[in-house]
């Protein structure tokens, strides 16, 4: 079974700190996703990344970076929390699928448990 | 720019009944479309997916239907259980690029509650 961890299940922070979110999957998955879910509007798309040192903006990109050094390992980053972004963070990993034409089988994506996140 | 709808926002049923969530969607150019389940304070657990070109998928008493045409999908439940509360929500999958990078746009979910 697809496995993907995140780092931390609730973190509590204070305005301006840097916080990092980890995330890990262990099936050798190119895309990984980072969203966040918040009461009414749903999961939005925070960044994705489709290959190690690869990235692209999602929906909501700003005040957030993010980090993929290693297949496995995708990182968000808060270079400096705001009350706004009090959330529940959701990672997801999926395996590629070669481009819209090369259709595969079903390619889900798998979800992490998530981490409810705090700024005070 | 993909718009996921669910309607309504929260349902509640008695046990043993069949029922039915729902789900549109405005561009139809979807790739395939995903139900989740979703616990409180939980992650995402995908239940069924539904390719662009097949009408529905069925898992135990889970069973999905899509029409591409009119923008809909529909997750039906049979002999709804306690256990099946919770929250559920559709994606609707586009290709953003062409070297298959891959965009889920999400419903707002339905959150169910089976009544004992």
Redesign the interface.
């Known amino acids: 079974d697809v496995k993907?961890t995140q780092s931390s299940r609730y973190l509590v922070k204070r305005t301006g700190e840097k916080v990092f979110l980890e995330c890990v999957q262990d099936m050798d998955h190119e895309?990984m996703?980072w969203y966040r879910q918040d009461p009414?509007?749903?999961?939005r798309?925070i960044y994705?990344s489709?290959d190690v040192k690869m990235k692209?903006k999602?929906d909501i990109p700003e005040g957030y970076s993010v980090s993929r050094e290693k297949k496995e390992r995708f990182s968000l980053i808060l270079e400096s929390a705001s009350t706004n972004q009090t959330s529940m963070y959701?990672c997801?990993s999926?395996l590629?699928?070669?481009?819209?034409a090369?259709?595969g089988a079903?390619?889900?994506?798998?979800?992490?448990?998530?981490t409810?996140l705090t700024v005070l | 720019k993909q718009e996921v709808t669910q309607i309504p926002a929260a349902l509640s049923v008695p046990e043993g009944e069949n029922l039915v969530l729902n789900c549109s969607f405005t561009d139809s150019a979807i790739y395939n479309l995903q139900w989740f389940r979703q616990d409180p304070g939980k992650g995402l657990t995908s239940l069924l997916l539904i390719q662009s070109s097949q009408r529905e998928q069925t898992s135990g008493r889970l069973n999905a239907s899509l029409d591409k045409s009119s923008g809909r999908s529909t997750l039906y439940i049979a002999a709804s259980q306690p256990g099946d509360s919770a929250t559920y929500l559709c994606a609707a999958k586009n290709f953003i690029s062409n070297f298959g990078n891959e965009k889920l746009t999400f419903g707002t979910g339905t959150r169910l509650t089976i009544i004992p």
């Open positions: 993907v895309n996703f009414g509007l749903g999961l798309l994705f489709y692209e999602g959701l997801a999926s590629w699928t070669g481009g819209g090369m259709i079903s390619d889900t994506q798998y979800f992490g448990p998530g409810r």
